[in-house]
């Protein structure tokens, strides 16, 4: 926990076997991705699913990990990423749930 973020998050853009791209949260801005929360607030940092969909082929599988201080977290991406998840045409993604194990979203 070197960044002074409360958790890390990293998404593995898989192909087949193939690790493509691994990517982390960011608290570096990108005006593009400003966004307002469910809860009023606005950020516009880049999320690790975001740092790897450009690299994205459709039928890519997206495993999305985040670790807490103590323990693994909900990893599910929110909204606006799974937004980009689907345009990239990611089929299968993997995250890591407050429990420490993993959970599944297909995409059709
Ligand atoms: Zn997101």
Redesign the pocket.
Known sequence: MSNGREYHLTAILRRGKKVVRMGANVSKTHPRFTRTYSDGTTGSHM????NVLRFAEPGDTLEVMRFGKLKMAMAK??????H?IRLAGIKKIRYTNSRGTWEEIRIR
Do not use: D, L, S, T
């Open positions: 999320h690790a699913e975001m991406p929110c909204e606006h990423c799974m980009h």
